[in-house]
């Protein structure tokens, strides 16, 4: 049945949950590759981040889509052949299907205007190091930034970016696409390779597209993913410059695979055809602070009426709800937002804080996330759940974690 033309907010939550994976069935046995491929085919691609407090972010969409599944899977989708994922800088660094690398060879050929200034500085001054490290990793490869580095001087100037000249040399390669990421090792570090002994040589073989189909492929699946969406967030999903992005959007419009919506304080809207309607989501979850689900956080405000920042780089005084703070997604609202530290060697998860929404039921929230962490403790691999720390849903959660501990109903 066709969609209205007016979508209620609640119904564009429950479209876009859909869209999300969020309203398919969780695997009724053993998760495995079938199951990592139907979130894939949803998402397009995981946005990675090296924090480590809790999990690392990539790991996060499969556990919040799946449940508790063996993480190896994504390890051997994305680092064994065949190679069902790649790395590039998609929505930022992420994960993205390997068949769609084609449509990221535009971004690759504008790596002299569109990578970082260290980056594009290397590539100019310093053309020799770049054809000695390409040479390195040809010989070489796989191999690390520190495994192949020279005397060269690095900037102390910066914490964050005192890479060395043979690391900004990698990245330029890798944003190029002349190296890609063979693997990851124990420390998260990449490790560089050539794409043609990483990447399914029918990945390669396909021409390049020429840019303005790259484009509007992209859109259409940004909108594919997001079910509905305004332009902004169609632009966000895949990082795409401006003017390209509304061309595409217009052409999309024009063959009906968009369609123009309208929805409750948004100043516009764009319906995927194959967008669905759910009746309801059923859904109890935590949602990693780097989900596609929260990416874009005014969509996120308008959609759920959840204000959400994360505080990582916030002085710890500065904080309002804590460090690494997910969303607690229970039916198609946001009912809480808790803080959480997984201590490996005590093998606690620790909650530093609980936070209830406005408009969320206390008792109800309470029971569904209190069987939430007790989930995601196990599929971390830690035996118990520590009682919150702090925040106005600290003592409710707490009850409901001592109550289901003791077994009571």
């Not at 990245?171 to 890609?180: A, N, P």
């Not at 990851?184 to 840019?211: I, M």
């Not at 369609?259 to 764009?270: F, Q």
Request: some cysteine; charged content about 25%; overall charge positive.
């Amino acid at each position: 049945m066709a969609l209205p033309d007016s979508l209620s907010l609640a119904q564009a939550r429950r479209i876009t949950l859909a869209a999300q994976g969020f309203a398919d069935a969780k695997p009724g046995g053993a998760t495995d590759l079938r199951h990592l491929r139907r979130v894939l085919r949803r998402l397009h691609l995981i946005q990675m981040d090296s924090v480590n407090v809790l999990q690392r972010a990539h790991f996060m969409p499969l556990y919040s889509r799946l449940g508790p599944y063996p993480a190896g899977l994504l390890e051997r989708a994305a680092y064994r052949r065949p190679r069902e994922l790649f790395e590039f800088w998609g929505h930022e660094a992420s994960l993205i299907r390997a068949d769609l690398q084609p449509l990221f060879r535009w971004r690759m050929a504008r790596a002299h205007e569109l990578a970082w200034g260290g980056m594009r500085r290397i590539a100019r001054d310093r053309p020799e190091l770049v054809d000695w490290v390409l040479a390195e990793v040809r010989e070489r490869g796989p191999v690390t930034a520190a495994e192949i580095e020279s005397d060269v001087p690095r900037s102390k100037d910066h914490w964050g970016w005192n890479w060395s000249e043979v690391k900004q040399a990698l990245e330029w390669l890798f944003y190029s696409g002349q190296v890609t990421a063979a693997e990851r090792t124990t420390s998260f570090a990449r490790r560089y390779d050539l794409p043609e002994r990483v990447l399914p040589a029918a990945v390669l073989a396909v021409p390049d597209p020429e840019p303005a189909d790259a484009f509007r492929s992209l859109v259409e699946l940004s909108a594919r993913a997001l079910g509905v969406a305004a332009e902004p967030e169609l632009r966000d999903y895949f990082r795409l410059p401006l003017r390209e992005c509304r061309v595409a959007i217009a052409e999309l419009v024009e063959a009906g695979v968009l369609r123009p919506v309208s929805v409750p304080g948004w100043r516009s809207a764009y319906l995927h055809a194959e967008a669905r309607l759910p009746r309801r989501v059923d859904v109890a979850t935590l949602v990693s602070p780097f989900d596609p689900l929260i990416w874009e956080r005014a969509r996120t405000e308008r959609l759920f009426g959840m204000t959400y920042r994360i505080e990582i780089y916030v002085p710890a005084p500065q904080r309002t709800h804590g460090y690494y703070v997910l969303p607690f997604l229970l039916g198609d609202r946001f009912a809480a937002r808790v803080d959480l530290k997984a201590d490996r060697q005590a093998g606690v998860l620790r909650v530093p804080a609980a936070w209830l929404e406005p408009g969320a039921a206390p008792e109800e929230t309470a029971e569904a996330l209190a069987a939430e962490l007790v989930r995601l403790a196990g599929w971390l691999g830690l035996g118990s759940v520590a009682a919150p720390d702090r925040g106005d849903f600290a003592g409710p959660l707490m009850s409901a974690l001592q109550a289901r501990a003791a077994g009571v109903p």
